[in-house]
């Protein structure tokens, strides 16, 4: 069975600009959560979406949004980009809201220039 | 607050000894807890997990854990490492608004 899987791998951005990553999750999981992870601030939690509906939300501003598709693939989308937004964006599914278990993809690396 | 805490921010350790990483959690009911792993530039690999019942579990890779109620405590262990261990390790914990926290986490070193 393949892999959570994201897109692209690598990102160069400029400040202002707007920037949308995907992710794929394990076939058969419905649960798709987002992570940022910086060397300042460690993981940090961005949101979760559960068939279609987020269902949870990190404290993160509303540049910072998310959807999720009825095939369970998600987006995130991050607009008026900053400085600070260069970080490993990581995608984790799982597989119904009853299991805790999350499996990562690999991450996007985003550099904002 | 809800918690987890990992005290070593860097371990070195010699291959083919022991390892063992600590972490601390706080939190008022029965915590679901896990341990990842993290090689340089790749996502999180799930060690092994505890959700309840055995307070020893067993995960991938020759690693297990120790679940300690009285301590507040999920330490890691390895009875012996091997250079591919080398890599930084990360505990979390499962809340009930299914958010992951994450520690700090704990870079290891492994010497030849």
């Known amino acids: 069975k393949a892999g959570v899987t994201q897109t692209p791998r690598y990102l160069i951005k400029t400040r202002g600009q707007q920037v949308t990553l995907s992710c794929s999750p394990i076939?058969?999981?419905?649960?798709v959560s987002w992570y940022q992870q910086t060397p300042g601030q460690g993981l940090q939690f961005l949101f979760e979406?559960?068939?279609?509906?987020?269902?949870n939300k990190g404290n993160f501003p509303g540049r910072f949004s998310g959807r999720q598709f009825s095939n369970s693939r998600s987006e995130m989308n991050v607009s008026t980009l900053e400085l600070g937004d260069s970080a490993l964006y990581l995608c984790?599914?799982?597989?119904?809201?009853?299991?805790?278990?999350?499996?990562f993809g690999p991450g996007t690396r985003l550099t904002v220039t | 607050a809800q918690s987890v805490t990992q005290p070593d921010i860097h371990i070195t350790v010699s291959e083919g000894a022991s390892l063992e990483l600590r972490c601390n959690y706080s939190?008022?009911?029965?915590?679901?807890l896990f341990w990842y792993v993290q090689s340089p530039g790749q996502g999180l690999q799930l060690l092994l997990k505890?959700?309840?019942?055995?307070?020893l579990v067993q995960g991938i890779k020759g690693f297990e854990a120790e679940f300690k109620r009285s301590q507040s405590s999920f330490n890691l262990r390895k009875p012996s490492v091997h250079w591919s261990d080398a890599a930084e390790y990360f505990c979390?914990?499962?809340?009930?608004?299914?958010?992951?926290?994450f520690g700090a986490g704990t870079t290891v070193t492994v010497r030849a």
């Open positions: 984790a599914s799982s597989l119904a809201k009853g299991h805790y278990e999350q499996y």
């Open positions: 076939s058969g999981h419905r649960s």
């Open positions: 979406y559960f068939s279609e509906t987020q269902r």
């Open positions: 939190y008022g009911a029965t915590p679901y």
């Open positions: 505890y959700f309840s019942g055995d307070t």
């Open positions: 979390a914990f499962r809340s009930n608004d299914y958010k992951l926290s």
